[in-house]
Structure formats: C-alpha cells, structure tokens
C-alpha cells in the first residue's frame, strides 16, 4: 500500500507549524519546560480514512492481560508494537509485546516518515499502537516516564477514525499538597484539589498531538471512557527509545 503525498497535505506546510519554530497557533504551554503541540488536520481527511482502513484489517491486533495494582485484568484496548531492531525491550503493567519490524508495514513507515518532516529534529524509532473499539475502551491516568524514554522524551500521537477526549492533569506535588492543606478542615482540602490545572482536547480524525519537554515528568493524561462513542479509534504513538 502506498498513499501519495498531495503538496497541500504536506506536514511542513502546515501553519501550526509555520512561525516561531512552531510555536505558533496550536502550541499550549504548561509552564515549567512542558509543552503540547495539536494541529486538528495533520493528515487529510480522505487519507485518514485509508489508513484507518489499512490499520484495521492488517495490524495484528492483541489485548493482553496486564496487572494494574497487583490484580490481572484485559487491558482495554488492543495494541501492537513495531520499533527498529535491537532496541531496549518495552515492558509496562507485567507485559512485554512482541515486536514487529516496520518493512511489515510499509505505510506506517509513510506516517513516520510525514511525522519526522514535520517536527524537525524528531528521531522516532518505536511505534505503540492502540485501538480502542468503542466507548468502554480507555486508558487511565498514567505518564510515558519510564527510562528507556529519557528525562525528556518527544511523543507524537496521530488519532484516527472515531473523535476521543485526550485529558491532561498536573501531578501533584506531596511537600506542596502538604503545606497547602496544613491546618484547614476537609471539606477546604477538596475545594482546592477540584480546580488543579487540566486541559482538555478532541483528538479528531487525520490529529496529531506532541507532548514534549517535562510533559511526562510533571503531566498525567488520559483517554477516558465515553458512553454514547460507538466506533473505533486507533492511535499510532511515536516514541524515540534511547
């Protein structure tokens, strides 16, 4: 399978992308070198339909067991792992993926190659996939901080097929939450948690979202369960292993 890049759909085009060394219109700053770049239409609409397509019938899927707090469960959503040959091994919640080579998919190899030209810099050099089927299937509050990533990773998240809410929340600080609540009742203490500092975006179709800086040090994110989505969505989340 080979999509075509049309000059206008060019990433490095883009005008998210096209002032300031990108941090133009799309950029959101969260404070203390952590930062989230979205641009809603990063792949046309009519090739997001085709790679949707292509990822649905010829990724192999699996929705492996995992243990989350000591409990085993399915984890839900299915996933598949490509990444170049030789690298550190994934592992996370007791479960290490098998790990497919990039010549087996020749148009995720495209997507990488879109990704590297429109983030100058970027290195991408594994790939987890997610495909969530409907609106039961989620992924909790976590961060992407683990040490194969580095201080400071890059990660690049591409949404197609069905619109998802991709949640972002600070972690809190223990010696900060500590001194705040000192001395104040209960009911003060939850008041003041409610309003921590959270954004919100809508992942849609043909998206790419980019976490980087501390995001993954100072940043929980989410994609939470939603009861009236019916369709799937699949995520492609680039990543550089050091």
Known sequence: MKLKLKAKDKPTDHPYLAKEGGKGRGMVDLGNGSEVLYIPRFI????????????NKHIPWTRPTIRVFGRSCVQP????????????????????????????????????DRVHKALPGSCFNSLLLNRYKG????VGWHSDDEKLYGPTPE??????????????????????????FEGEPPSKRLKK???????????????????RGYTQRDWLHSVPKRAKVETARINLTFRHVL
């Open 193 to 211: 948690t409610s309003h921590s500092n959270q954004h919100s975006f809508t992942l849609k179709h043909g998206s790419l979202l980019l976490m």
């Open 44 to 55: 046309s609409y009519e090739e997001s339909w085709e790679y949707l397509d292509y990822l």
């Open 155 to 180: 990660i690049a998240s591409i949404s197609f097929g069905c619109e998802r809410d991709f949640l972002l929340k600070k972690k809190p600080s223990k010696i900060s939450q500590a001194k705040r």
């Open 135 to 138: 609106g039961d299937d989620c």
């Open 77 to 112: 959503r299915d996933t598949c792992y490509v990444a170049n040959a030789g690298l550190p091994e994934l592992a996370y919640s007791g479960y290490q993926p098998r790990v497919y080579s990039w010549d087996e998919f020749p148009p995720l190899r495209e997507i990488l």
